[in-house]
């Protein structure tokens, strides 16, 4: 995006038929702003005081005229309504296979958290082709969640839930922004929306990063493993070994809820399933629609609207969940629910197990599918006949340089032909490779580098 | 008459010692006194809006913060924002223009309630005060919108002493709605009926209606944030089961109709100009008369367009995205009979004529874009955008600023008796309508394409647009300091510009310049409608 | 230059910019409907916020409404009423050119004021004594009585809606009731009684510049500025105390009586 454009990247599907109805409006704007303006300027001069012109018999008023002029306008205006009008409902309407995403916003800084557990901040990978819905909460104040590509936008407030939709159309990276003033540092508090394919996006989930802990504490460098297959179409119940789900089911546990909503009925409170999605008759005769607001308040303030039948015995829970927690409740309890929507992690599974730092065959293995994902795999092929040369025993081989030069290809040399590729070229290999310093993490080149050591070292090939 | 002599005409009596003098000015119930207190506050406010502007805009040349921190900017832009709105915009034209011509160009002698009317003025003043001391006092890093939760808990600045300037100022700005309303009801000339009365009238009694009704609103969602932030509990606090959306409501129920505050006098304004300048009566003058109302109306159902993308349902979001196209029609009337009115005009390029048709063209693209917003699918793209920003300086600045400007001139020898220099006043307008074109029309370009408003700093991509956003600024504010400065000249040395110097029929010129303290020196009786130019052929 | 070219000798009460008395007294009278109309939207931002929140917290609406003193506003009700009766009877009496008894019942109608007044500074002087632990506001000042049991119906940082009333709100159990009774809870029972005080206070002042409006009619009625001819001052400050009597009607069912 250098130098002028009028529109910005299209990486939705939303992005394509608003700026359709965005060029519209242009269209039509010109027609009043583009003619309007030279008709007075040609009025102005004609009947400029010098000219001696026909003034006589001026009109005072014309009805015809009047109503000309208010009926245009106003058939191009509910066209233009009735056509916005549509997309807004499709942009509000959230297909039922999305995947959920939850969002958290605070004073600077942007919370998202996958449905395996796995945590960003202020980035948010996405994959293209499958609608995603966020579900946003607020610590603090009111803050806006906006990516200018996606063309989409959707306040996000403290003490309640708000939803927005979209579908990826682009990989790449977009513009992440608060919209909506916060503080301080407010134009601060953005980052980064990728965009990547769907199978992409699954190895990246289960990339170490940081996961929360059922207690609500964050593990950094946690990996999550994903052994399933990656499922064609998703499935409409969503599967217990979602990591999220887990660590809500394990928070219901411990806080003691199970012991009035059992699951079988019962119980001193109802049984959760098959709650959210579902209307609830409560105490009062009214209705409501069982969703993340309800269960949420239900659960910071639960005697505000109980369902009939039973007592109003539970104890609020507010100010003693972190919103995280919330999140994770909300996640199990909709589990329960057929109406609970899809999640892309029924995929990753286990190895959850609160290991702070990743085993090495672990690493193996996460190094083994960078390498695949990242596309290192096309040149680096094992029969040597790509454009890099086979990575097979050379940990601790001696290399020649193009300039003539020998090394030993140790770990220091490994890791700068990685993060740093230009620098020291292997000997008959054109220097094309691209640099990763900024796109890898430190513990994604370490997992490149045990992958590749896995692959054999000088004397001694596997 | 000398610039002392002129200061002196509008005493009751004459006065002789500085205490007098100065007296016979705070202690006035004489409505065009009054209008001249406000002239001379207002525009002390509106220099100081423009100043924290061009901080802004100058932050805003480049990507990173490097000119202030974070905190002195989101100070700054919402002094501007504050000033802007409470002290300039919504009190501008009624309380200087309508305040001055109301009596006037009805054939009365004062406002109904003239006492009240000086009340207003305190108000003003007080209010102004309670906002430049939270200025002074650390700043204030709301936003002009207060909006709760962060102006309740979390802002770490003068919150209680800016709202309660807002609050005081309300209470300015229902009190002279009030006074317009009984005044236009009761205190007509004999034969001046609703249609003989000029447009700027029939838009003042719009805006007065607005006022009147939904300034009291606004008034108590100011006081329960004063009240939350106090005393940390509140109606808005989401902890016990609050919602600050309603204080968006409640905010928005009155800052909608606010911006008809702003532009329906304007409007006015430009009605009188247009028909004087093209010595024509206002083409279709009832539709001109009753879109004003139909806007003041409509005005009270949209405000939910402000709303689209915090937590509104869907079905909300379409019926004030359907009533909010509809203002488009009545604002749409009304330029096309001002259009209309020009055919077979007379018509003069003076300098308040410059001013009327540079309102024209930017209001043309002021209220395109609202279209813009109304529709919900692209508002949600383009809200809390430099669009938005954009729209409404267009409405705001191009609209009503440039209505102000071409009113102070029109009416200018009649405030003051003088005239103000032609040819600087050709060239300020022309200065002002570049200036400003250049400083908004990249506005709405970087608006779509995603740049956020009220950002200290932004990504480097959008700089261009900055850059000229700021050049244009830099003109533009150059084109408010030229008219400050003949016409303060035009009052020692301005020619004298006798009752009629447009030769205009209403009421207001037929008294002398400027008008005794109680306007007429006999009770004027209307025979006419309004706009009854004489004969082209006595003119040229 | 600047000259009165209207004499208005004969008539001390016209202001110089109206041509007759009956258009200023017309202009006054639709001056006061329309701050009339100004006082009823401030007051309708409350309603609203009111309106919002008994929609979204019916139950707490009904349990936190019995904790009013609902018999003390019931006299206060009635004080109020009387006092409209005495306002309109004063009109009556100044259009009668009574002057006697108008001044009696202005002073009549000052008093209710003031009655109503001390009946409201009582109902919030016994919130805020639960609050400090006492019974009652004279406890409170004596050092006597304390409160049975825990209580703090004032919104803040102490705010306690009684244990066995959020029992009986919905069946809860001691414990759990206990459990959720915390000083400071943060639950919409304040929103209530936040609401409440918001309400009542702002009624209150509003009924104390009604009662400074009323003693300088009253005052100015004893200085015989009133005749059959002019009165439209206690005309217009009547309607302004019939609002003040309204909007208390519209906020004693809404709060006391849910």
């Known amino acids: 995006m250098q130098g002028f454009s009028f529109f910005p990247d299209q990486a939705s599907t939303f992005a394509g038929p608003i700026d359709l109805l965005y060029f519209v409006l242009v269209v039509l704007s010109l027609l009043f702003a583009g003619v309007l303006p030279f008709v007075v300027l040609y009025l102005v001069v004609r009947y400029h005081r010098s000219q001696q012109v026909d003034r006589t018999n001026p009109p005072a008023s014309d009805l015809r005229l009047e109503l000309t002029w208010t009926i245009i306008p106003l ?42 557990g796995k945590r960003e901040n202020n980035e948010l990978h996405v994959p293209i082709g499958r609608p995603v819905r966020l579900i946003m909460t607020s610590q603090d104040v009111i803050h806006s969640f906006y990516v200018p590509a996606f063309r989409v936008k959707q306040d996000v407030l403290p003490g309640r839930y708000t939803t927005l939709w979209f579908e990826a159309t682009q990989a790449g990276q977009y513009h992440l922004f608060c919209a909506e003033y916060c503080g301080t540092e407010h134009s601060l ?148 629910s057929t109406r609970g929507g899809t999640t892309p992690s029924a995929v990753p599974t286990t190895a959850t197990g609160a290991t702070a730092a990743p085993v090495a065959e672990d690493l193996v293995a996460k190094g083994k599918s960078l390498f695949t994902k990242i596309g290192c795999v096309g040149c680096h092929m094992d029969n040597g006949a790509g454009l890099g040369p086979s990575l097979k025993g050379v940990y601790n081989s001696t290399v020649t340089l193009d300039d003539g030069t020998t090394l030993k290809a140790d770990e220091t040399y490994l890791h700068e032909s990685i993060i740093t590729s230009q620098a020291k070229v292997v000997k008959g290999y054109s220097m094309i490779m691209p640099v990763y310093k900024s796109q890898l993490k430190a513990d994604e080149v370490a997992a490149l580098i045990e992958y590749v050591k896995s692959l054999g070292s000088a004397g001694n090939q596997p | 008459m000398s610039t002392t002599a002129l200061i002196n005409h509008y005493a009751t009596n004459r006065a002789t010692t500085a205490s007098a003098w100065l007296k016979s000015w705070l202690l006035t119930v004489d409505h065009k006194r009054i209008a001249i207190l406000y002239l001379i506050s207002i525009n002390v406010f509106f220099l100081l809006g423009g100043l924290a502007a061009s901080i802004v805009r100058l932050e805003l040349v480049t990507p990173q913060g490097d000119l202030m921190s974070a905190d002195m900017y989101n100070r700054m832009f919402t002094l501007h924002g504050v000033i802007m709105v409470f002290f300039f915009l919504i009190p501008g034209i009624p309380s200087v223009l309508g305040n001055f011509l109301i009596p006037l160009m009805i054939g009365a002698r004062d406002l109904a309630f003239p006492k009240l009317n000086l009340l207003s003025w305190y108000l003003y003043m007080g209010g102004g005060l309670f906002a430049l001391c939270a200025a002074v006092f650390g700043g204030v890093d709301t936003g002009w919108t207060f909006y709760t939760p962060f102006s309740t808990s979390y802002s770490n600045s003068n919150v209680v002493l800016t709202i309660a300037g807002a609050f005081v100022m309300g209470f300015s700005s229902i009190l002279t709605g009030l006074n317009f309303i009984i005044t236009i009801h009761k205190m007509r000339a004999p034969g001046l009926t609703w249609f003989r009365l000029p447009l700027f009238i029939w838009a003042h009694y719009a805006t007065s209606l607005i006022q009147i009704l939904a300034t009291p609103v606004v008034a108590i969602a100011l006081l329960l944030v004063l009240v939350e932030r106090v005393w940390h509990i509140g109606v808005f606090d989401p902890a016990i089961g609050g919602d600050p959306v309603l204080y968006q409501h409640l905010f928005w129920f009155y800052s909608h109709p606010a911006v008809y505050i702003m532009i329906l006098p304007a409007m006015g304004v430009i009605s009188e100009l247009i028909a004087t300048f093209s010595r024509r009566r206002i083409f279709g003058y009832e539709f001109v008369a009753f879109s004003s109302i139909a806007i003041a109306i409509l005005g009270f159902l949209v405000w939910g367009h402000h709303m689209y993308v915090s937590s509104q349902s869907v079905y909300s979001g379409l019926v004030f995205g359907f009533i909010t196209m509809l203002v488009a029609i009545p604002s749409a009337i009304k330029v096309f009979n001002w259009t209309a009115t020009l055919y077979k005009g007379s018509i003069s390029y003076r300098t308040p004529m410059l001013y009327a048709l540079g309102f024209i063209g930017l209001f043309i693209i002021g209220g395109l874009t609202g279209i813009f917003l109304s529709v919900v699918a692209v508002d949600i793209h383009v809200t809390d955008t430099y669009f938005v920003v954009a729209h409404f300086h267009y409405v705001m600045v191009g609209g009503t600023m440039m209505a102000y400007l071409g009113g102070i001139h029109y009416w200018w020898p009649k405030m003051t008796g003088r005239m103000y220099n032609e040819a600087w006043g050709t060239i300020s307008a022309l200065v002002v309508f570049v200036g400003f074109n250049l400083t908004f029309f990249p506005q709405f370009i970087m608006g779509y394409l995603g740049m956020p408003r009220r950002y200290h700093v ?83 | 230059m600047a000259t009165t070219p209207h004499e208005h000798g004969h008539n001390p009460a016209l202001l110089h910019h109206f041509d007759t008395p009956g258009q200023q007294k017309e202009a006054a009278t639709l001056g006061m409907w329309a701050f009339l109309v100004t006082e009823i939207m401030l007051f309708g931002g409350i309603f609203m916020a009111y309106m919002v929140y008994r929609w979204a917290y019916p139950a707490i609406w009904a349990a936190a409404a019995p904790h009013l003193n609902t018999p003390l506003a019931t006299v206060n009700t009635v004080v109020l009423l009387v006092s409209s009766l005495t306002v309109a009877l004063s009109v009556h009496a100044a259009e009668a050119g009574n002057k006697r008894q108008l001044v009696l019942l202005l002073l009549v109608t000052i008093l209710l004021g003031v009655t109503f007044l001390g009946i409201k500074f009582t109902e919030y002087g016994e919130k805020f004594a639960h609050c400090a632990g006492y019974a009652s506001p004279v406890a409170w000042a004596t050092g006597g009585e304390r409160l049975a049991e825990p209580e703090c119906l004032v919104p803040g940082a102490n705010f306690l809606f009684p244990v066995e009333a959020l029992a009986a709100e919905g069946g809860v159990t001691a414990a759990v009731a206990t459990a959720a009774a915390r000083p400071g809870m943060k639950t919409p029972h304040q929103l209530f009684f936040f609401l409440y005080f918001c309400a009542t206070g702002l009624h209150a002042i509003h009924m104390i510049v009604g009662i400074t409006v009323m003693s300088v009619i009253a005052w100015m009625a004893s200085r015989n500025r009133f005749s059959p001819a002019y009165f439209t001052p206690v005309e217009i400050g009547g309607l302004y105390w019939h609002l003040i009597d309204i909007i208390w009607v519209f906020l004693f069912p809404l709060f006391y009586l849910v």
């Not at chain 1, 409902?89 to 995947?99: D, E, G, H, S």
């Not at chain 1, 009214?286 to 239900?298: A, G, L, P």
Request: with cysteine; aromatic share 10%.
């Open chain 1, 189 to 336: 508090m953005g980052g980064t929306v990728t965009v990547m394919s769907l199978s992409d996006y699954q190895a990246w989930l289960s990339t170490p990063g940081q996961v929360i802990m059922p207690d609500g504490t964050i593990q950094a460098g946690t990996v999550l493993l994903n052994t399933n297959a990656i499922p064609s179409k998703p499935t409409t119940s969503s599967s217990l070994s979602d990591p999220m789900v887990l660590a809500g089911e394990k928070l219901f546990t411990s806080l003691g809820c199970v012991s009035c909503h059992v699951m079988a009925g019962g119980g001193l409170g109802p049984s959760l399933k098959n709650v959210f999605g579902f209307d609830q008759l409560l105490a009062d005769g009214s209705m409501v629609k069982s969703d993340e607001n309800y269960i949420s308040e239900s659960i910071l303030r639960s005697t505000a609207k109980v369902v009939k039948g039973y007592p109003a015995v539970m104890p609020p829970y507010q100010g003693q969940l972190s919103n995280d927690q919330v999140n994770q409740l909300l996640a199990y309890i909709k589990s329960l």
């Open chain 2, 458 to 540: 932004y990504p480097q991509e959008f700089q261009i647009y900055h850059v000229m956003s700021t050049a244009g600024s830099t003109i533009l504010g150059i084109g408010f300091v030229i008219p400050l400065v003949y016409l303060l000249l035009s009052l020692r040395y301005g020619r004298l510009a006798g009752d009629d110097p447009w030769d205009a029929p209403g009421l207001e010129w037929r008294t002398s310049s400027p008008p005794p303290t109680f306007n007429f020196e006999t009770q004027p009786i209307v025979t006419e409608e309004a706009y009854a130019f004489q004969p082209e052929a006595a003119h040229l």
């Open chain 1, 75 to 116: 058939i191009l205006a509910m066209i233009v309504f009735f056509w916005g009008a549509f997309l807004y409902v499709q942009m509000r309407t959230i297909p039922p296979q999305a995947i959920d995403i939850y969002v958290i916003g605070k004073q600077w800084m942007w919370h998202t958290q996958h449905s395996n």
